[in-house]
C-alpha cells in the first residue's frame, strides 16, 4: 500500500495550491479519503473528507470556503485544492484512506505560507 503527496510548497499569503495524493496497492474507490495536518507542536487536525464515491464531503470549519477535496477513481488520486492561505495553514499535509478498521497514511507533504 502506497499513499503519496505531492504539491507542497512556499506560497505567499492569499496564494493558492493544490495537493495530490496518489494511491496504490488497495481498492482505492472503496476507501474514504481525507486530508489531515499537522502544524510544528500542535496535533494533527483534520482538514477535509470525502466519501469513497465522492458524493459526500466534509471540512473543519477554519478551511470551509477556502479549501476543496475531491477525488478522482480512474486515477486513483485525492485532491486538496487551497486557496486564500494564511500563513496559520502551514503545516506537514497528510493524505489518508480509511475503510472500516483499514487505515493507511502518507508521509506528507510540507506546505509554507510565508511572504
Given at each position: 500500500?502506497?499513499?503519496v503527496e505531492?504539491?507542497?510548497?512556499?506560497?505567499?499569503?492569499?496564494?493558492?495550491?493544490?495537493?495530490?495524493?496518489?494511491?496504490?496497492?488497495?481498492?482505492?474507490?472503496?476507501?474514504?479519503?481525507?486530508?489531515?495536518?499537522?502544524?510544528?507542536?500542535?496535533?494533527?487536525?483534520?482538514?477535509?473528507?470525502?466519501?469513497?464515491?465522492?458524493?459526500?464531503?466534509?471540512?473543519?470549519?477554519?478551511?470551509?470556503?477556502?479549501?476543496?477535496?475531491?477525488?478522482?477513481?480512474?486515477?486513483n488520486t485525492?485532491?486538496?485544492?487551497?486557496?486564500s492561505l494564511?500563513?496559520?495553514?502551514?503545516?506537514?499535509?497528510?493524505?489518508?484512506?480509511?475503510?472500516?478498521?483499514?487505515?493507511?497514511?502518507?508521509?506528507?507533504?510540507?506546505?509554507?505560507?510565508?511572504?
Amino acid at each position: 500500500v502506497h499513499l503519496v503527496e505531492s504539491g507542497g510548497g512556499l506560497v505567499q499569503p492569499g496564494g493558492s495550491l493544490r495537493l495530490s495524493c496518489a494511491a496504490s496497492g488497495f481498492t482505492f474507490s472503496n476507501y474514504g479519503m481525507s486530508w489531515y495536518r499537522q502544524a510544528p507542536g500542535k496535533e494533527r487536525e483534520l482538514v477535509a473528507g470525502i466519501s469513497s464515491a465522492g458524493s459526500s464531503t466534509n471540512y473543519a470549519d477554519s478551511m470551509k470556503g477556502r479549501f476543496t477535496i475531491s477525488r478522482d477513481n480512474a486515477k486513483n488520486t485525492v485532491y486538496l485544492q487551497m486557496n486564500s492561505l494564511k500563513p496559520e495553514d502551514t503545516a506537514v499535509y497528510y493524505c489518508r484512506a480509511r475503510l472500516l478498521s483499514q487505515n493507511y497514511w502518507g508521509q506528507g507533504t510540507q506546505v509554507t505560507v510565508s511572504s
